[in-house]
């Protein structure tokens, strides 16, 4: 039998590799998976509806994208890391010289080996983003550049969601949210939507809880927003929670306060913190972050926190190919469930 930090583990190994966005299928292989975990109800919301003064976009589908030289040499292919593809980038096929390739690649500026996280949701645009190996493979390879991107855009597809409804003695309800839309980034936030799920089961386990909960699984940004236009009158009934984030790194425990910062569940926060002994950041309110912008906006006005270990931003492999499972580890995972 699999103790709780074998159970994560397998979670994220498994779970990892897969292609996530706004909206596709990794996004509900991801969901199916965690059903494993906690039953949560998978929903979809189609494309094009209205949510508030935005429009839930196509569903973006992808099968395959490389760049090869003149030679037919592959030097970068999406299925070595999906990273590589610009998430959302339109189709391409076509030849291509340096000087307007390089329009459309990425690297970091600061870490050779890593490849950066890009991406193009509400601008139709195309891009490849390469470690600074292939960049100088592509600088010094001979042109001109084969480019392929088979990609299509549905506007009958879906936005995928997932949602858990535990009922307590109180109809009061408290939120957990947490977002599933990045690809192959293991702290932000592979570890928190697993960490996200296996919250929900300890709760059931314990029986019926004192307050309701709500725990969604969203697409940054959008998620939250079509959640809260298609859950509104619910959603403005709820005065507090948590946005579970960036939970599984190796550094520093942190906690990023309510837009109210004398809310109980900033005290609550301090005080747990304060009696295990563990030195903390605290991070102010910002509405540069996560999807708090969108709960704590004027017509919602939800008092969320978030608990931290190495909060995004802040670690150096941010949005990256090196946040990955060499940096992440289950015990931490744990380590933060339990707080």
């Not at 109800?41 to 429009?55: A, H, K, L, N, Q």
Request: proline share 5%.
């Amino acid at each position: 039998m699999k103790t709780l930090t074998g159970e994560v583990e397998h979670y994220l190994e498994l779970l990892f590799p897969i292609t996530r966005s706004v909206t596709g299928s990794g996004n509900r292989t991801t969901l199916s998976a965690l059903q494993e975990v906690a039953p949560l109800d998978i929903i979809e919301y189609p494309s094009g509806s209205p949510v508030f003064d935005w429009v839930i976009p196509n569903e973006w589908r992808v099968r395959e994208a490389w760049i090869k030289d003149a030679a037919g040499k592959t030097i970068v292919d999406f299925k070595w890391c999906n990273l590589h593809l610009v998430s959302y980038s339109e189709a391409v096929n076509g030849l291509f010289n340096i000087n307007d390739l390089r329009q459309h690649l990425h690297s970091h500026r600061l870490l050779p080996d890593a490849i950066p996280y890009r991406t193009t949701y509400y601008k139709r645009d195309w891009g490849f983003c390469v470690n600074r190996t292939q960049m100088e493979a592509l600088e010094t390879a001979a042109g001109p550049f084969a480019v392929l991107i088979d990609s299509e855009f549905d506007p009958k597809g879906s936005l995928t969601i997932g949602e858990l409804l535990i009922p307590g003695e109180l109809d009061e309800e408290i939120l957990v949210s947490t977002y599933i839309c990045h690809p192959s980034l293991a702290n932000d936030n592979l570890s928190g939507m697993i960490m996200t799920a296996f919250l929900a089961r300890e709760l059931i386990s314990r029986g019926r809880p004192r307050h309701s909960y709500r725990f969604i699984w969203v697409p940054e940004t959008i998620g939250a927003i079509s959640y809260c236009a298609m859950n509104e009158s619910a959603m403005k009934q709820i005065q507090s929670g948590l946005v579970v984030t960036s939970v599984g790194g190796p550094g520093p425990f942190g906690y990023k306060q309510t837009f109210d910062p004398y809310h109980s569940v900033n005290s609550l926060i301090e005080e747990v913190f304060a009696e295990e002994n563990i030195d903390f950041i605290t991070y102010p309110f910002d509405i540069r972050g996560s999807d708090e912008r969108q709960y704590s906006s004027q017509g919602f006005r939800i008092n969320v926190a978030s608990l931290t270990k190495d909060k995004y931003y802040e670690y150096p492999y941010y949005h990256t190919s090196l946040d990955n499972l060499d940096y992440v580890k289950a015990e931490y995972i744990v380590e933060s469930l339990r707080l």
